[in-house]
């Protein structure tokens, strides 16, 4: 099997500058495969050539159509491209279009390149040297602007040798790499010599190996391919760097076409709503406005979507935003994926950037911290760790290793180690159970607290502070990340606990002359009939006072613990709860079990009132409950 170069490269100019006549000479492979491609002269679709290169190895070439009718092409073999030839007509030079062409290459994420100056030998010295100029002027300023220029002719062969030394230069750089699982856009589907599909394309990231399952996506179709090719040549896997056939036995070609995804099973979803960072790269061209119509190229897929600008009203030309992009087709796409868009009518060059999130439907719970969300997505393109430590800040919720590598779209073995580094940094906590958390998330939970018992303090100065209960609710904060947060202001002395109640730190519960004759007149209401207590709403009305202080004092008397609430909303004494505690003992040790009849009619009470008072003694440990039976505990 022979070696493989990790370089793409995609052969880009305008039509008749000699691109295809260039990559017959130095390949031997003619690339214009259709008929009407040889009948008009034009290439229309993709071409693919191997390249041998003076170390054995094969590196991979592919010819672009260089049209603006075929654009949709041209920009789906950019996408699978690592580097650029860049062919210019040294007869005829920069000619329009040529600086769009160059534009969509750097918004993909191309940063290698060469240049031809073709047909040297049809051109004179001064045309020549003019044509070098000018193209030297389009590179000024961009990704490519330190690319060899290299002067060729496919008639003679002139510049060729040279040509082939500086592609090996460039297959001799270490390729650059994209992490995650196993994901290849479809360039070409077609049927197979005596079955089943063959899907070509260049692999983004991972790898896979014949027998292996994999999805394609939409369509949500899985198979095997039971052989894999690169540059027709049996190969060991699909990897990046290099074009493959997936042989798939059980797949139609109807099934599937340019657009799809090949990934690892799992990972990806068709998305119909696309959030991204945006660069309106079109010089001269008109502002971006919200809702217009455009022409979204990803991957080798084409779709059509109306862009919505969420910083700003408009985008102007030269300046970038964060933008949805609503297609009417659903796409597979990951964070991190580049596209470039192309007005709608006219069908001309806008500009491009790098996806964040796809979603199937915008969800209205993502709106209120849209932006933010975004940017933290936007935060984690620059590594594997910054994309692990993205995630894990999206989570509100603690994270296993598995739901991170889900989300960040890479192995769990890596994830794992990934996520030791950050927590090695302070970045990331780890919950027990195998759950993480990241840092900012639970500095959040704790200022959100803070904040809480702060306004608690503020709400009800006489209180002895919230029930962590009713805290935890009115914080929503997911319960294992409430724990540690409280946990952790404890610790600090930001918070005390008294008498199981919660109260921020150097707050001191206010003493209010009202509430002795308040407590008073309570307590009063509480024993007078032990047992046949008032509910909570009658309290004011009986006592003639306003409801609100009422209900303030009568809180205070619970915290404190003179006041027992139980089940049903009965309230009692606690004198009255310890009087109850003790006619029951009585009645177990002389008749074996408490029965609910008799202890009713020990406390002179009613149903409604003894049955939450057994279930306080339940709770208590006073009592156990066998069926319908009460019995004292040993």
Request: hydrophobic share 45%.
């Amino acid at each position: 099997m022979p070696p493989f170069s990790s370089l793409v490269l995609a052969a880009a100019g305008l039509s008749g500058h000699g691109k295809s006549a260039l990559i017959h000479r130095v390949t031997g492979a003619d690339t214009d495969r259709l008929p009407e491609e040889k009948r008009l002269g034009l290439t229309i679709d993709l071409g693919f050539a191997p390249l041998l290169l003076p170390d054995g190895s094969t590196a991979g070439l592919i010819d672009l159509p260089g049209s603006d009718r075929f654009a949709r092409n041209m920009i789906a073999g950019a996408a699978a491209a690592n580097a650029l030839l860049l062919v210019v007509a040294a007869d005829r030079g920069v000619e329009p279009g040529l600086r769009d062409m160059v534009a969509s290459f750097e918004l993909l994420g191309v940063r290698r390149g060469i240049v031809c100056l073709s047909r040297v030998d049809v051109a004179s010295a001064v045309r020549s040297r003019q044509s070098e100029v000018e193209v030297r002027d389009l590179l000024r300023g961009t990704a490519f602007r330190d690319a060899p220029v290299i002067r060729t002719s496919a008639t003679t062969g002139e510049g060729c040798a040279d040509l082939l030394g500086a592609i090996a230069a460039l297959a001799a750089l270490p390729p650059p790499v994209e992490p995650g699982i196993f994901r290849m856009p479809v360039l070409r589907a077609f049927a197979g010599r005596t079955s089943g599909t063959v899907l070509t394309g260049v692999p983004i990231s991972g790898s896979a190996r014949a027998g292996e399952l994999l999805e394609i996506i939409p369509g949500e179709k899985t198979g095997r391919p039971v052989r894999i090719e690169s540059y027709h040549v049996e190969a060991a896997d699909a990897s990046p760097g290099r074009s493959v056939a997936l042989h798939f036995p059980d797949l139609r070609p109807s099934e599937t076409s340019r657009g799809a995804v090949v990934a690892a099973p799992g990972f990806l979803r068709p998305s119909s709503v696309l959030y991204a960072r945006l660069r309106h790269a079109a010089s001269g061209a008109p502002p971006i406005g919200q809702g217009d119509a455009v022409r979204v190229h990803c991957g080798a897929a084409e779709n059509i979507g109306a862009i919505q600008i969420l910083e700003g009203r408009e985008l102007p030309a030269g300046r970038e935003a964060l933008v949805e992009i609503r297609l009417l087709e659903p796409v597979a796409v990951a964070p991190g994926d580049r596209f470039v868009l192309r007005f709608q009518s006219p069908p001309a060059f806008v500009g491009g950037g790098r996806i964040l999130e796809g979603r199937a439907e915008v969800s209205m719970a993502l709106r209120p911290r849209l932006l933010e969300k975004l940017r933290i997505r936007e935060s984690g393109l620059g590594s594997r760790e910054a994309r692990v430590e993205a995630e894990l800040r999206l989570h509100d919720t603690p994270a296993t290793v598995g739901d991170l590598a889900r989300a960040a779209m890479l192995d769990e073995e890596e994830t794992g180690v990934l996520l030791e580094g950050l927590a090695g940094k302070g970045a990331v906590a780890a919950l027990g159970g195998g759950f993480f958390a990241h840092t900012s998330t639970l500095s959040a939970a704790r200022a959100e607290l803070l904040r809480a018992l702060q306004a608690a303090a503020q709400r009800n100065p006489a209180a002895l502070g919230v029930e962590p209960g009713a805290l935890q609710v009115g914080t929503a904060l997911e319960p294992a990340i409430f724990a540690i947060a409280l946990a952790a202001v404890e610790s600090a002395g930001l918070a005390v606990r008294d008498r199981g109640f919660l109260r921020i730190a150097g707050h001191v519960p206010a003493a209010n002359p009202e509430f002795e004759g308040l407590f008073s007149g309570i307590r009063q209401l509480l024993l007078e009939s032990p047992f046949s207590t008032p509910r909570l709403e009658d309290f004011p009305r009986r006592m003639g006072r306003d409801a609100a202080a009422v209900i303030s004092a009568l809180n205070r008397m619970i915290q404190e613990g003179e006041v027992v609430r139980l089940g049903d909303g009965v309230l009692l004494h606690r004198d009255a709860v310890e009087r109850a505690k003790a006619i029951a003992v009585q009645i177990g040790r002389a008749k074996g079990e408490v029965n609910p009849g008799e202890f009713r009619d020990a406390l002179g009470t009613t149903r409604k009132y003894v049955i939450p008072i057994l279930e306080h003694l339940e709770a208590a440990g006073v009592t156990s409950r066998k069926g319908g039976a009460h019995y004292l505990k040993a």
